[in-house]
């Protein structure tokens, strides 16, 4: 995978800044490849750089969110999502209170 030359493994918190409640959309892609994931092609290969300690992120308007904590992203990689909670403001880290495939249009 190209993706292992990219490693990005810094770690963003929850609780540093202001919180809001947010719903986004968007395709879950990894830090290391961001946005180049960030559809339903780029799954296996987020899922390997997820597996090498790449944080989960969500591209949603154009923006890069990371994921603070998800249980079994391989079953959510490669839709489109929709996803419900809180946002820090201050390092665009989301704590997920729920994600939910889409169904295609």
Sequence with gaps: FACDQHKNTQTA?????????????????DSNCGAANANAEGKDCALHCIKKGAQVQLKADNKLYTIEKL???????????KV??????????????????????
Excluded: C, M
Aim: charge should be negative.
């Design 13 to 29: 918190q929850f609780g540093k800044g202001p919180i809001k409640n947010v719903v986004l959309t968007g395709y879950l892609t």
């Design 84 to 105: 419900t909670g809180q946002l820090d403001e201050s390092s665009n880290v989301v704590r997920v209170a729920s994600i939910e495939k889409l169904a295609k249009s």
């Design 71 to 81: 249980d079994k992203p391989e079953e959510v990689f490669g839709f489109e999502v």
